[in-house]
Every structure is written in structure tokens, then in C-alpha cells.
């Protein structure tokens, strides 16, 4: 059995010669083209409630982040006061009728 030499710089061309060709036969890549989304009316209803319904959230958090403060303030100058009938009825509904 026989073993040709190898030309280095043979070798190069021809795998060069490879690729180029290679990337002939590919495709061109098309224009890429921008995608797009179109909601339905049902979709449209659906966001413009939940948009509403953050809102509404997030003006209930400024109302009751208003009445802490002002429960904090009067506790602070000790003038929060709470009726025993109130504290037991709050105890009351956390005990369990059934048992």
C-alpha cells in the first residue's frame, strides 16, 4: 500500500475551495420583516379591566397606607382607643360555632 505525500498549502485551497462552495449553495436569507399581533375585542375588553382594576389597587394601597398612618399617629399620642365590645367580638368570630 501506498501513501501519498499531502501538499500542505493543496490541502488549505481545497478545503477553502470546500467552504466557499458551501456557501454558495446556501440560501440568502431573506429581509427579515417585523412581526405583529393583533388582539381580539374580547383580548382588548380583558386588559382594559385588568389596567382599571391595577389602578383601583393601587389607590386602595395609598388609602390604607393614609389610614395606618393616621392609626400609628394616634397611637403614638396615645389617643387610639379601642371598645372591649370590639375586641370581643373580633375574638368571638375567630372560635368555631361547630364545635
Not at 498549502?9 to 466557499?20: E, F, H, K, L, R
Not at 382599571?52 to 397606607?65: C, D, G, I, K, T
Not at 379601642?82 to 373580633?90: G, L, N, T
Request: no cysteine.
Amino acid at each position: 500500500m501506498r501513501i501519498n505525500s499531502v501538499n500542505q498549502s493543496n490541502a488549505i485551497a481545497q478545503y477553502m475551495n470546500a467552504v466557499q462552495a458551501k456557501q454558495d449553495k446556501t440560501p440568502a436569507r431573506p429581509e427579515l420583516q417585523s412581526d405583529s399581533v393583533e388582539l381580539s375585542e374580547g383580548a382588548k375588553k380583558y386588559a382594559a379591566f385588568l389596567k382599571q382594576v391595577r389602578a383601583n389597587l393601587e389607590s386602595s394601597e395609598v388609602e390604607e397606607a393614609a389610614k395606618v398612618d393616621e392609626i400609628m399617629e394616634k397611637i403614638k399620642n396615645n389617643e387610639y382607643n379601642v371598645s372591649s365590645d370590639d375586641v370581643a367580638r373580633s375574638i368571638m368570630r375567630g372560635i368555631p360555632t361547630h364545635i
